[in-house]
């Protein structure tokens, strides 16, 4: 399995910073600078090492739940957490939402499968190759409504940032020439995003009478035929939305990622068993790589619905099952329920990367 | 997040739907992604679709006929279609699509109760000629001569070819035309001799009836119903040949219809015998022009070998292909360019569902949802479920008598759903009341007059058989028509009837008659014990004995 280990596969600093952080950077750094600077024309009284080391020794140092550091971090985190930020799916830059379905058979047919993940494959190379740096973002829904019949609604959303390249609407109409291959696509004007009027650590409630809650795919399963979505999706179901967010890197970021990531692997690995499959994974990625793929970041979400909280804990159980046995993991999101669901809707296209659910 | 080569990501894109849609009726549920499949052929786009002939081919059960049989009950009600039902297959004498037929308003043409007159009036001149050579054709494959032909064009301008006895006088002795009369003679012999099968030989009364009538082409369904006759029959090719050639030539020229059906049953023997098929094929290359569907229903490809089967295959641009075996399934695929992953799964359908191919690319597999009513209409395994039912009866009346005198079953105030209930009443009166009613609406079975059941057994003791036999005939049919064919007062008297075989000496009969009764189920009032002892079912009275 592919496991999401924060700051372990993907460090910090290529995951990427915010712009806030990306200033705070440099101004700690010209900072410290300044400090080192004065202090080696006029060296300081010694108390003042005795401060520093104090300060870095709370802020650093500080073991346990109790610490004080801890208690800052958490108690910004339930201070930003209580209210979903309008700026969370409004960033600003071009985006343009069609509804894409392939052609019939398609799914069925290892042969046209195979053929459209190809063509799925290189407009995702196609899309991160329009920029110099990672930023152009593709969302793709599936929603299914189930009652005697069952009706999908698939759509593939993609976001331009603002600042990112001089024409996004030349990328908007390129990648529209790449979806229109992949099977009916058609411009859709995505629905308002429901209001949530009620929330619970396990679900929240929108305004249109639905209950949700929302998960997000920590691990995919090893390997698979191909298969995997139309055994997940088109099995009789209930009503749910899966959603997965792409970020595709350019080429060269991709190749210094997977240089890095194979460094990171083989450097403090002593499992031998671990070692050989991080190598067997690389040696793929590489093999891609070389094949003319490049990387891509992807964030899955899925969502189920229910009439009433019982009804929707209900459907969580019964999704986790079915996660099971496609060895999908889950992980439920508990307290961020009131603003998740907007993952699996087209307006979870503009996520910012790394924005806190 | 996780951070993975594109062409390994590309699997986890959730666009797994298609949102391809037909115009026209629902016919069912889609097994692939669970979405409602509709089809109405005439109103797809003839881009799509350029011509509107269906092919549905599955094994016993697979739900062939029932599909074909909803489809066209919704074509004639929501877009008022017209069709015809050639029928050859059905259970208890009549045939399988009767009960659906007579639910329309349609009417049930039952071979052999229906003379046709092939030179009739009402047909054109071209008409004539055509289906009299198709009659000829069908029985004698190599009359038809270039001589033959013209014998024959001779004699239908004779007057006295108003009917087929006519046409057979005017071939034998023809008069003086372009050629003279001996050589005429000479040369109709063939024809002649093939039309005799229809005159004196064993096709007689299907064709050589003297009136000009031919069947309504107004009616929303009409059913040809060739159930009674056996599948290896001459006759039906005969039969097919002039059902086609009134189809061609006054139904289709008629009928005001918007769109028309021609649904060909168990189409395999019809398609085999080469005069039919030659017509069948032409009304399939025909049926765009004529605003025809043909919908052709039979078992498997394979009976029809390898060139026909192509030909049909191409011709029919819907196919639906229900449960068949593995080795039948290949062939069939490879014949009507199905991909392999449809193919693998024919063999393993359930029933009701079938791999529908619409057009060159379109492959689905569908699984036909019924309404209640669609069920009770398309049921046809009556004659399954009622034995059954009878082997339940007979493992009931061995059981201890103890256990017999209770109450069994209910009041049936519901209905078997495999009743035939839009069936002709069999007592053609028309005043109502509650005598003619039968007692199970009632809810109140009436007594048995015992005395008339006395006197029959009085009379057979004293050696009177025929006049014993007379009676119980009248008592029986008076009981028929004042409680019902299937009441209790009814039943009595096949019971009767037995014990008077048995006096004449003949168990055989007698036994047959007991049977009878036993294999009739245990709804219907009265049940016999092995010791011949009648119970009444809803009170659990026993009855008299002597009964």
């Not at chain 1, 920590?218 to 009789?236: R, Y």
């Not at chain 2, 009359?143 to 004699?155: K, R």
């Not at chain 2, 209640?372 to 399954?384: F, K, N």
Request: charged content about 20%; proline content about 6%.
């Amino acid at each position: 399995m592919y496991s999401l280990t924060p700051g372990y596969r993907i460090p910090a600093v290529q995951r990427g910073l915010s712009r806030a952080e990306s200033l705070l950077t440099k101004v700690n750094a010209g900072l410290g600078s300044a400090a080192l600077m004065s202090a080696m024309i006029t060296p300081p009284p010694g108390w003042t090492f005795g401060a520093v080391g104090a300060t870095a020794a709370v802020l650093n140092l500080a073991p346990g739940p109790r610490s004080i550091a801890r208690w800052a971090t958490v108690g910004y985190r339930h201070l930003r957490e209580r209210s979903a930020p309008d700026t969370i799916a409004a960033q600003p830059g071009e985006i343009a939402t069609w509804a894409l379905y392939p052609q019939h058979g398609t799914m069925q047919d290892p042969q046209r499968r195979a053929a459209f993940h190809d063509a799925f494959a290189r407009a995702l190379t196609f899309a991160g190759g329009q920029a110099r740096t990672a930023g152009v973002q593709i969302h793709v829904t599936h929603h299914t409504t189930s009652d005697d019949y069952t009706d999908h609604t698939q759509t593939i959303t993609v976001h331009v940032p603002k600042g990112l390249i001089a024409h996004p609407a030349r990328v908007l109409d390129s990648l529209h020439g790449e979806f229109a291959a992949l099977g009916t696509l058609a411009p859709l004007a995505p629905e308002p995003l429901p209001a949530v009027t009620g929330r619970a650590v396990g679900w929240a409630a929108l305004d249109d009478g639905r209950f949700v809650a929302t998960a997000r795919i920590t691990a995919w399963p090893e390997e698979t035929d191909g298969d995997l979505m139309p055994n997940l999706l088109l099995a009789p179901g209930t009503d749910r939305s899966l959603a997965v967010l792409y970020r595709p890197l350019p080429v060269g970021l991709s190749r210094r990622s997977a240089k890095w990531q194979r460094a990171a692997s083989e450097a403090f690995t002593a499992d031998k068993v671990k070692q050989d499959a991080h190598d067997i994974a690389s040696g793929t990625t590489h093999g891609a790589l070389v094949q003319g793929a490049t990387l891509v970041d992807l964030d899955a979400y899925l969502t189920v619905f229910g009439d009433s909280p019982e009804s929707v804990n209900e459907a969580r159980w019964q999704a986790s099952l079915a996660a099971d046995r496609h060895r999908i993991r889950l992980d439920w999101l508990p307290g961020q329920q009131h603003r998740a669901h907007l993952m699996t809707t087209p307006h979870g296209a503009s996520t910012q990367k790394g924005a806190i659910l | 997040m996780i951070r993975l080569p594109t062409t390994h990501a590309a699997i986890t894109a959730p666009l797994v739907a298609a949102n391809t849609r037909f115009p026209g009726i629902p016919v069912g549920r889609s097994l692939l992604d669970g979405r409602a499949f509709h089809l109405s052929p005439v109103q797809t786009s003839a881009v799509l679709l350029p011509s509107t002939n269906s092919l549905a081919l599955g094994g016993l059960g697979s739900g062939k006929s029932t599909t074909a049989k909803a489809r066209i009950r919704r074509e004639i009600i929501e877009h008022g279609h017209q069709a015809v039902v050639i029928d050859s297959f059905g259970e208890d004498n009549s045939g399988e699509w009767a009960p659906l037929v007579r639910s329309l308003g349609g009417r049930v043409i039952e071979a052999g109760t229906f003379t046709l007159n092939p030179v009739s009036t009402l047909f054109p001149p071209e008409v004539r000629e055509q289906l009299v050579r198709s009659l000829i054709l069908a029985v004698e494959p190599g009359a038809l001569t270039h001589q033959a032909t013209h014998a024959l064009q001779h004699a239908l301008n004779h007057p006295k070819a108003t009917s087929l006895n006519g046409l057979v006088d005017a071939l034998i002795s023809p008069e003086d035309g372009r050629w003279p009369a001996a050589k005429l003679t000479e040369w109709g012999e063939g024809a002649a001799i093939g039309l005799s099968r229809y005159t004196e030989g064993s096709l007689r009364g299907l064709f050589d009836g003297p009136e000009a009538s031919l069947p309504e082409t107004d009616l929303p369904i009409l059913s040809f119903d060739f159930s009674h006759l056996d599948r290896n029959s001459p006759a039906i090719p005969s039969l097919m040949a002039a059902v086609s050639c009134w189809a061609e030539h006054v139904w289709l020229r008629q009928s005001t219809a918007v769109h028309r059906h021609l649904v060909l049953e168990e189409a395999w023997q019809i398609l085999l015998s080469p005069a039919t098929s030659e017509l069948i094929q032409r009304l399939l290359k025909n049926s765009r022009k004529a605003g025809l569907s043909l919908d052709v229903l039979m078992h498997t490809l394979s009976d029809l070998g390898e060139g026909r089967a192509r030909d049909l295959a191409r011709l029919c641009e819907i196919a639906h292909v229900g449960r068949l075996n593995p080795e039948e399934a290949a062939l069939v695929g490879a014949l009507l360019g199905l991909p392999a992953w449809a193919i693998e799964r024919i063999s393993s359908l359930g029933p009701g569902q079938a791999v529908w191919k619409v057009g060159p690319g379109y492959v689905d597999i569908v699984q036909t949802v019924l309404s209640d009513e669609e069920a009770a209409l398309t049921d046809t395994s009556a004659r399954r479920r009622m034995a059954q039912q009878a082997l339940a009866v007979e493992q009931d009346s061995t059981a201890p008598e103890t256990t017999v005198a209770g109450p069994i079953g209910e009041t049936g105030l519901d209905v078997d759903a495999s009743d035939d209930l839009y069936a002709p009443f069999t007592t053609a009166d028309d005043s109502w009341d509650w005598e003619s009613l039968p007692p199970n609406v009632i809810g109140v079975t009436g007594r048995f007059d015992l005395a008339r059941h006395e006197r029959i057994i009085q009379a057979a003791m004293d050696g009177r058989f025929s006049e014993a036999a007379e009676l119980a005939a009248v008592y029986e049919r008076e009981d028929i028509t004042a409680h019902g064919l299937n009441s209790a007062q009814a039943l009595a008297w096949w019971e009767t009837r037995a014990q008077v075989a048995d006096l004449r000496g003949e168990p055989g009969q007698a036994a047959q008659l007991r049977a009878t009764v036993a294999r009739m189920g245990n709804d219907n009032g009265v049940r016999l014990s092995p010791d011949g002892i009648a119970y009444d079912a809803e009170s659990g009275d026993r009855l008299p004995s002597d009964l």
